[in-house]
């Protein structure tokens, strides 16, 4: 039985990733924090280990403790990050510091796996052509204009630095069962408002959680090491053809779109943020999630996926939105 450990398995998309593995057939390691809820973490077959990223001298020693001399695991899919904060320079700390100090405490204990699995994002990339919408691929120069997007991009750089074999998945907008960025669109329209922002066209892309975990152990178990990945399903949306399949899968019959100016939402985001760092709360809406709103052309390439291990998204838009609806409905959330 191989042994896997997925870091930052308490996220939404790692209660996913940790089934995944046990439906494979794996070993499965959640690696948490202290404070990580374990809600979604009650499979008696689970094992944990407890990191403290914020004192990283702590991790080696934390490693060894936990597995003998001579055992590792086999794969390492490194899922921690954060995607909105309250201080910008916590992007860097979380997203780049963290993944330093644990591939270097991997090292430091000789458990370096047969292939570590780096969850980035396609933010990562930056505005590409937004006239033709030409489609992104793995071999266009990064250029991210957020924050976050350059905190993704740095660590996947030091990765590809460290020599440990890896394997870096961009994964675009993802949805499911859980998710509370989404849950927030499917709210408003639920009330009745669909906001959008600007005037001009914008391509949308998806990928399901549950098609995103799939394609993890499919790449663990197929693809060569020292490769890039963008994640996503084969076909983009328009703001307009997002809101008819949520309106119809939670019943809203009228739905209004309101399409936000992108001078207004620059200043309301710079208004939430600032209300978020005097409550010391990282608000959904800030002055770098602007930038990430504002992007038109979020259209994906996934031939060299589908070459490298096979990769192929089961669930489509119009499926995937109707089981997260009826799982927002059945939980409460979606009232």
């Avoid at 939404?12 to 494979?24: K, M």
């Avoid at 699995?117 to 991210?144: C, F, N, R, V």
């Avoid at 084969?234 to 939670?250: D, G, L, V």
């Amino acid at each position: 039985m191989k042994k896997v450990l997925v870091v930052g398995a308490g996220g939404f998309a790692g209660g996913f990733i940790v089934a995944e593995g046990l439906r494979r057939g794996y070993e499965v390691w959640a690696g948490v924090r202290s404070s990580t809820s374990r809600e979604y973490l009650d499979d008696e077959r689970i094992k944990f280990i407890v990191f403290d990223f914020d004192k990283p001298q702590t991790l080696a020693s934390t490693i060894r403790e936990t597995l003998p001399e001579g055992e590792k695991w086999d794969y390492v899919v490194y899922n921690l990050g954060a995607t909105k904060v309250v201080r910008y320079l916590d992007f860097n700390r979380i997203n780049y510091e963290y993944l330093r100090d644990f591939t270097n405490a991997l090292k430091l204990t000789e458990k370096v796996p047969e292939k570590f699995l780096y969850m980035s994002s396609l933010s990562a990339m930056g505005p590409k052509d937004e006239k033709h919408y030409t489609p992104l691929t793995e071999e266009m120069i990064p250029t991210p204009n957020t924050r976050y997007g350059a905190s993704k991009l740095k660590a996947e750089v030091y990765l590809q630095s460290t020599g440990i074999p890896y394997i870096i998945f961009r994964a675009t907008g993802i949805y499911g069962p859980r998710d509370k960025d989404y849950f927030l669109m499917f709210e408003s329209i639920k009330k009745g408002f669909d906001f959008s922002v600007g005037f001009r066209k914008q391509m949308l892309t998806f990928i399901y959680v549950e098609d995103l975990a799939r394609a993890i152990y499919d790449a663990l178990e197929r693809s060569a090491t020292g490769e890039i990945y963008n994640i996503s399903e084969p076909r983009a949306y328009t703001q307009a053809e997002f809101r008819k399949i949520s309106a119809r899968e939670i019943g809203k019959k009228v739905v209004v779109p309101v399409r936000v100016p992108v001078a207004g939402l620059k200043l309301v985001s710079w208004i939430a943020e600032k209300i978020g760092m005097i409550r010391m709360k990282p608000s959904t809406l800030n002055s770098d999630k602007y930038h990430i709103m504002k992007q038109r052309n979020w259209n994906v390439d996934i031939s060299k996926a589908r070459k490298g291990f096979g990769f192929d998204p089961r669930v489509s838009l119009e499926e995937g939105v109707g089981i997260s609806v009826k799982w927002y409905k059945d939980a409460g959330w979606l009232k």
